[in-house]
């Protein structure tokens, strides 16, 4: 992810969590706040409860690749929260929670070939 697309600030996180909106599975909580920014910013959540430090790291990982190669519409702070059931899920299930996620918000861009799958999976 580029430096621009990270949500790192805590006064951000705490802004999306008091004012956004959230969409949840099975793996994933997707908070998203609009935003007046040329870009999408997104944060990783990934607590203590979902395993060792290794565990954690690696889920972070396997989600931002996820988050990586979709076309998420610009304007919007977002936050990925994994949950428990999250560290045991291949990184092929944690892309599609992402992207069900994102399309129930309305947040994946129309021309995302993924985000069309998803539609006709339906």
Known sequence: MKKRERLKARKDFVNVYRKGRAWANRLLVLR???RDLPHYRCGFVV???VGKAVVRNRLKRRLKEGLRALTVQPGWDLILLARPPAATA???ELREAIVNLLSRARLLDGADPVWQQAREER
């Open 47 to 49: 607590s203590k409860r």
């Open 90 to 92: 291949s990184y092929h």
């Open 32 to 34: 998203a706040l609009p």
